[in-house]
């Protein structure tokens, strides 16, 4: 089993930033994948990002390509998202994912894991 729990979100201010942590119980793991998916009431979830904690292997939705980087520490079991120039459309609940064996396209294309944070709130407004 895998915990996962996040922190870091908030309102901001069209053109601000926010960093969105997520800790892992383990990141011991075979090919364990931790992304992040972008839920908004009456839209499909998106999958935002995904990182490969082993390899460093990323993906980005065309959606934040530019925009967002995310990160792993692995001292820390952490995956980090730096979304900087926030529009109004990243407003949503950010819910880490995770899953093991598997690849970034797989969880963050494809949205597909086995493991899920409580999610948090991003919202972008003036």
């Known amino acids: 089993q895998l915990q996962l729990v996040e922190s870091g979100g908030g309102l901001v201010q069209p053109g601000g930033s926010l960093r969105l942590s997520c800790v892992a119980s383990?990141?011991?793991?075979?090919?364990?994948?931790i992304g992040w998916f972008r839920q908004v009431p009456g839209k499909e979830r998106e999958g935002v990002s995904c990182?490969?904690?082993?390899?460093?292997?990323?993906y980005y939705a065309d959606s934040v390509k530019g925009r967002f980087t995310i990160s792993r520490d692995n001292a820390k079991n952490t995956v980090y998202l730096q979304m900087n120039s926030l529009k109004p459309e990243d407003t949503g609940v950010y819910y880490c994912?995770?899953?093991?064996?598997?690849?970034?396209?797989?969880?963050?294309?494809?949205?597909?894991?086995?493991?899920w944070g409580q999610g948090t709130q991003v919202t972008v407004s003036s």
């Open positions: 383990r990141f011991t793991l075979n090919s364990l994948v």
């Open positions: 990182i490969s904690v082993h390899d460093g292997a990323t």
């Open positions: 994912v995770a899953d093991d064996l598997t690849t970034v396209k797989i969880v963050c294309v494809d949205k597909r894991g086995d493991y």
